[in-house]
């Protein structure tokens, strides 16, 4: 799976679960600093990527993960393999 379908197929995962529009979302973007993620909602978050590529993540390790570029690179080593 190539980088632009995973970013596209996070993209959709984290509008559902923030609630907000797709234009808000650039690889750059913080997921709490520029489109408001609580705590709660990063946990969920990391639940619906997982639901979304069919993968279990070391959850430490995911939530290390600040943007949405590098959730792009992260899940990428995942489906990857």
Partial sequence: MDKSEIQTRIVKAVCQVLNIEKDMVTP????????GAESTQSVQLLAAFEE???????????????????????????VNQ
């Fill in 28 to 35: 750059q973007s913080n997921f709490v600093f520029d489109l």
């Fill in 52 to 78: 979304e590529f069919g993968i279990e993540m070391e959850s430490e390790a995911a939530l290390s993960v600040q943007t949405v570029g590098e959730a792009v690179d992260f899940i990428a080593k995942y």
